[in-house]
């Protein structure tokens, strides 16, 4: 058994599996290089000069009741903004359990133009059909757009907006770290925090430029109308991937990542729940990236170091760790400080063997599960029907 870990056993191997294994794991390594660098980046960057304030119309569609659901709506009305602003709440059932938190904000801030809509328009992106109708309620000419659950620090209005002072952006958006309640909703949050929220920044670095996060959106209502308005995503399941991509494509314009970092709730408590919300991201990536889904084990490094323990190359699995870790620990500790990254970086290489068995699940199947339906994807990211 003893033989089994040495170098010996690693030499015995034939010469091809070594040599790709090795390949592998050096651009895997190199990936996570690039991933620090790329979190390093966003670090040193210069804080945003806010020079020119507009006024801006924020749009939430909302559906159900989220966790700490208050406190998330609450941390928008509460800004210190220097020009007039809205928020404007959107719900397709005039019955939503949420909508009572809507009307106690509008109590504890009644200077604030604080509105409800209710929406019938009708979508296959449900949230879609709810922001076509908040959109053409908006009073101003900057829309902001995010997540009901999205709890926002003082200042955020004025650094996700200050961007748009340059015509060539046309895109504002923010990363974002999960606190959750449970143990499935801390694993899924470590991930978000050392695996997610890397391969957000590395992509401008490869000249991918359509990125956008449902966690902040922030945009001109001339640009949404010059891309044929919300309508023009209202099929797609990933609305805030289709929208960012429409602007910036059809009207050459470009994505900024903003140093602003919003905070989330994850509601799941079971692994299952968890498991189904992983399925349905990577099946949305597979259908909206194409080739570039099939690319994704070479960013689950966890894996590499696993296959160079058992084929005994020690050195090889402990400089693949150690890359892994410092991703990890700058990632999640430096640029989004999550808790929960800062005492579990370190099990990055566990979060990418289940990755992997993710990406292996996403690879077939064209449905996805999504609050209390079935939703079918097209081969472009469509959404076809919605099963009962």
Not at 8 to 26: G, K, Q
Not at 271 to 289: L, N, P
Not at 318 to 345: D, E, H, K, Q, Y
Request: glycine share 6%.
């Amino acid at each position: 058994m003893g033989r089994r870990c040495t170098g010996r056993h690693w030499r015995s191997f034939p010469r091809t599996v070594i040599y790709l294994l090795t390949a592998i794991a050096c651009i895997s390594a190199a990936y996570q290089l690039t991933a620090l660098i790329a979190c390093l980046r966003q670090l040193l960057r210069p804080s945003t000069i806010v020079r020119n304030p507009q006024s801006l119309s924020i749009l939430k569609p909302v559906r159900g009741l989220d966790p700490d659901f208050y406190a998330a709506i609450r941390s928008h009305a509460a800004q210190d903004y220097p020009v007039p602003f809205e928020i404007l709440f959107g719900a397709a059932d005039p019955a939503d359990p949420c909508l009572p938190e809507v009307h106690r904000l509008q109590r504890e801030f009644p200077n604030l133009d604080i509105r409800i809509i209710n929406s019938s328009t009708a979508a296959p992106n449900a949230k879609v059909g709810v922001l076509i109708d908040l959109a053409a309620q908006a009073r101003y000419d900057i829309l902001l757009v995010n997540d009901s659950d999205i709890l926002v620090p003082q200042g955020y209005l004025k650094k996700v907006s200050a961007p748009l002072d340059n015509p060539q952006i046309g895109m504002v958006t923010t990363l974002y770290r999960a606190t959750a309640h449970t143990l499935p909703g801390r694993w899924e949050s470590l991930g978000i925090a050392i695996d997610f929220a890397p391969s957000v920044l590395v992509a401008p670095l490869v000249g991918i430029k359509e990125f956008g996060l449902g966690a902040t959106l922030v945009f001109r209502k001339a640009d949404l109308n010059a891309i044929g308005g919300f309508e023009k995503i209202s099929d797609y399941l990933a609305d805030d991937y289709q929208l960012a991509r429409h602007i910036t494509q059809q009207l050459d314009k470009r994505a900024h990542m903003s140093e602003v970092v919003v905070e989330t709730s994850i509601g799941d408590d079971t692994w299952a729940g968890v498991w189904e919300h992983q399925i349905r991201w990577a099946r949305t990536i597979r259908v909206s990236r194409g080739g570039g889904y099939l690319g994704l084990p070479i960013t689950h490094t966890g894996l590499w170091i696993l296959l160079a323990i058992l084929s005994g190359a020690w050195s090889l699995a402990a400089s693949l760790t150690i890359c892994r870790w410092l991703t990890a620990f700058v990632s999640g500790v430096f640029v989004l400080r999550s808790p929960i990254a800062r005492n579990a970086f370190w099990l990055a290489p566990v979060w990418d063997l289940w990755a992997f068995l993710v990406w292996i699940a996403g690879l077939a199947g064209s449905t996805v599960i999504w609050r209390d339906g079935v939703l079918t994807l097209t081969r472009d990211g469509k959404l076809l029907r919605q099963v009962p």
